[in-house]
């Protein structure tokens, strides 16, 4: 499981980019590339990183559902995932 502070600097950066998107697209389409120096660095969506919602685990993590590869299969075996099924043949 990650540290809570990991978490919350995770949400953190999630609305610092949110605030800064709309000026972040109209530096880009002027190319003032000055200008986004000037932006924060957490400004940027590629700081921010895929967590799991569950643990807060960062590898492994499955896009389509928003868990890591451990949460995922644990919640399978548990029947708590719609269509998700043990393989067997």
């Known amino acids: 499981m990650a540290k809570s502070s990991w978490k919350e600097r995770n949400k953190k950066k999630q609305k610092i ?18 200008g986004l120096s000037q932006l924060p660095r957490n400004a ?22 928003g868990v890591s590869r451990l949460t995922f299969r644990e919640m399978a075996l548990h029947g708590l ?4 099924t043990k393989a067997s043949w």
């Open 17 to 34: 980019v949110d605030k800064y998107a709309a000026l972040r697209a109209e530096l880009r389409s002027k190319r003032d590339y000055e």
């Open 44 to 65: 940027s969506p590629t700081r921010i990183v895929n967590r799991c919602k569950i643990t807060g685990r960062r590898h492994g993590y499955f896009r389509k559902f």
């Open 81 to 84: 995932i719609p269509g998700v």
